[in-house]
């Protein structure tokens, strides 16, 4: 019997993700976010603790995040209360908070970084007028995970897009709100997303006295 010249055996090579843990990254716990903020402001690394603050508020793909300009967060010397940015996936308009603890740790950041509106946020260390890779920030997130003990197996990028949304629909229930917040054109892409099943949705049901 013939083997397909896609088969792996035929080119004696393993699975790409053999070994590896796949499908949807976990999101943080509050307890997690507040961890890794102590190891941050313990060590006094002020541009991760601002990538991280903005990372989780933005609900940003990992692409979107380290191309932000100063000038998308800020406007005549203040922060904006709510920031855009053109989603590259699907070249639509997201909107995102920029809330207190973001708000001080980019301060601070850009304190120490300087720049104009025009200059990214996180610039590269080998390249000043480009931006942070999205390699370097994934690089950054599994030793942020690490060092509070959690798997980084489990945990990526895409965990920082989903930690504020899943909190949102946990309290809520609302995934038309979550869907805006992460610029998903489909509501069932959302669904998706944060992994809603029928016990979700029984939860959210056994909440409604009538």
Known sequence: ??????????????????????GPKRPLKPRDIWA?????DEHKRLRDRALFDLAIDSKLRGCDLVK?????????????????????KTGRPVQFEIMTEARKSLKTWLDRRGGT????????????????????????????VSTIGLDKREYGTHS??????????????????????????????TVRYLG???????????????
């Open 1 to 22: 019997m013939g083997h397909s010249d896609l088969d792996p055996a035929i080119h004696d090579r393993s699975p790409w993700n053999a070994g590896k843990k796949v």
């Open 36 to 40: 890794i903020r102590f190891y941050l």
């Open 68 to 88: 932000i300009r100063i000038g998308d967060l800020m406007s005549a010397g203040s922060f904006r209360d709510r920031a855009t940015v053109i989603q590259q």
């Open 117 to 144: 509106i025009c200059d990214f946020v996180f610039p590269s260390r080998i390249d000043y007028l480009g931006h942070l890779s999205t390699r370097q920030y994934a690089r950054l997130v599994d030793e942020w």
């Open 160 to 189: 920082m897009r989903r930690t504020k949304a899943a909190l949102i629909y946990k309290a809520t229930g609302n995934l038309r709100a979550v869907q805006i917040l992460l610029g998903h054109t489909n509501i069932e892409n």
């Open 196 to 210: 809603v099943d029928v016990d979700d949705a029984l939860t959210l049901s056994e909440r409604t006295e009538i």
